[in-house]
């Protein structure tokens, strides 16, 4: 079997990989705290969906962390029992706007 990790270390070695899975750290930083959270909350997507009055795959949608406005954010959150904290921080030198 595959280990999804140890594949993706490798990845990450090809420079082109690299670049654009660096391009797509927010997205992966929004997913990993929404899955975190409900996680910890105990809920499936389901329960969730039943909280906010959508669809399971809606759920899934707003845990994929793309084109997620922060209104939609809150009210996941609100329903996992949590807030939305956004920080903005400095970005890298070189990294360029």
């Known amino acids: 079997m595959i280990n999804a990790r140890?594949?993706?270390?490798?990845?990450?070695?090809?420079?082109?990989y690299r670049r654009?899975?660096?391009a797509l750290e927010d997205e992966f930083t929004?997913?990993?705290a929404?899955?975190?959270?409900r996680?910890?909350?105990?809920l499936t997507q389901a329960q969730v969906a039943e909280r906010?009055?959508?669809?399971?795959p809606a759920v899934a949608r707003?845990?994929?962390?793309k084109n997620v406005s922060l209104k939609t954010l809150r009210r996941y959150a609100h329903a996992l029992g949590c807030t939305v904290k956004i920080?903005?921080?400095?970005?890298?030198?070189?990294?360029?706007?």
């Open 6 to 16: 140890e594949l993706h270390k490798k990845w990450m070695e090809d420079p082109e």
């Open 20 to 22: 654009e899975y660096e």
């Open 30 to 32: 929004v997913l990993d």
């Open 34 to 37: 929404c899955i975190a959270a």
């Open 39 to 42: 996680a910890k909350s105990g």
């Open 52 to 56: 906010l009055g959508v669809s399971q």
């Open 62 to 65: 707003i845990e994929s962390g």
């Open 87 to 97: 920080e903005l921080k400095p970005m890298q030198p070189g990294a360029g706007a």
